[in-house]
């Protein structure tokens, strides 16, 4: 059976209100704002508001690359939601979503891989829809990390921030192949550099889970870092060998937004152009599943993308997870 090309049809993103700055960090914790953009390019990252959760996120990240596209939301027969940062342990974010959205003929499942699961969702969604098993698919990267960390540990309350980002992955009805390639790897060795301990079957909640900080996100900066260029800059040329092309044909890379040097550094040894890189860190910080679309959405937002552009997205992150796709722009 021939493969059903598949294409990305519209971007849309949401980014909570609440803005919370260097300054306000310096405030909370024995930190500099002077440390945290030298360190990590950050200035802000913005907060869920009070009771809003991941799928208050991805509901409204999803309504608007709806409203994009104009795409209804009983013509999606699959929902897939990257995340780990749900609001509860289950049902799924996605089946959550669903739900507001009346998309009643979409399956609906979350993927968690961390900061590498919009990724994930959209190789899943892609190779369901070029299998022809599915028709038309909302992959959203949705994360409220806020409510995940130690606020007064300022090793890991500094870098991250919530948002949602949203596409739709369709197949093509000119059939013409919008979905370049995608590729995805893991190392599960390196499991514990990025991990959640509580509140799974390992460390079940109890009062003593608790006061043991066993509910806060955890992480070895330094060798995370040490993984991020090397994992990124791999997928990058697998991908970009499975679609065929060459880095100085994409328009626009789009990668996972952890930390400006580790950016930097990536361009520098890819050979990225200034310009033809997306860097948000500076205005989110880091919001895991969610950053390469709010990037991209960013992006489109200011105009960057136009018809046809090549883009190639990359990601790294917990697990550890890496991946990356090349895609062009409808
Ligand atoms: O998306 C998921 C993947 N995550 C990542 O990619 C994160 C990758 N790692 C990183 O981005 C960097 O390792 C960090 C930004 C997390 C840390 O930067 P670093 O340059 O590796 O700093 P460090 O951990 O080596 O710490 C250097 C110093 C330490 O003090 P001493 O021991 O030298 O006295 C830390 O205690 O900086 C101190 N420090 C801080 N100082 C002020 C750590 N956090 C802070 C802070 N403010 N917020």
Not at 139 to 153: H, I, K, P, T
């Amino acid at each position: 059976m021939a493969a059903v090309p598949v294409r990305v049809r519209g971007i849309g993103a949401y980014v909570p209100k609440r803005v919370l700055t260097n300054h306000d960090l310096e405030q909370m914790v024995d930190t500099t704002d002077e440390w945290i953009v030298t360190r990590t390019g950050i200035k802000e990252r913005h907060m869920a508001a009070d009771g809003e959760a991941a799928s208050d996120l991805a509901y409204a990240a999803a309504c608007q690359v709806l409203e994009r596209t104009g795409v209804r939301p009983e013509e999606i027969d699959f929902i897939v939601v990257a995340t780990v940062t749900g609001d509860m342990q289950f049902p799924s974010v996605a089946c959550l979503v669903q739900n507001r959205l009346g998309a009643k003929a979409a399956a609906a499942v979350d993927v968690a891989a961390g900061c590498t699961g919009f990724l994930y969702a959209f190789h899943l969604a892609r190779g369901l829809i070029a299998s022809g098993v599915q028709k038309r698919a909302l992959v959203v990267g949705a994360e409220c990390l806020s409510r995940m960390l130690d606020w007064s540990d300022r090793a890991t309350c500094v870098l991250l921030g919530d948002g949602a980002g949203a596409v739709i992955l369709e197949a093509a009805e000119d059939g013409v192949e919008g979905v370049l390639s995608s590729h995805l790897g893991s190392d599960g060795g390196l499991w514990d550099l990025l991990y959640f301990p509580g509140g799974g079957s390992r460390n079940p909640t109890t009062h003593e889970t608790v006061d043991q900080g066993l509910h806060f996100f955890k992480m070895n900066g330094q060798a995370t870092f040490k993984q991020a260029c090397g994992v990124m800059e791999r997928a990058c040329q697998q991908a970009l060998e499975e679609a065929g092309v060459t880095l100085d044909q994409i328009d626009l890379v789009v990668p996972h937004q952890a930390n400006l040097r580790i950016l930097n550094q990536l361009a520098e040894r890819m050979g990225i152009p200034e310009g033809k890189m997306a860097v948000t860190i500076d205005r989110y910080g880091n919001t895991s599943a969610a950053s390469v679309p709010m990037a991209l959405n960013d992006y489109y937002q200011e105009g960057h993308l136009k018809s046809g552009d090549l883009v190639l997205i990359v990601s790294f992150g917990a697990g550890l997870t890496w991946g990356a796709a090349v895609f062009r722009w409808s």
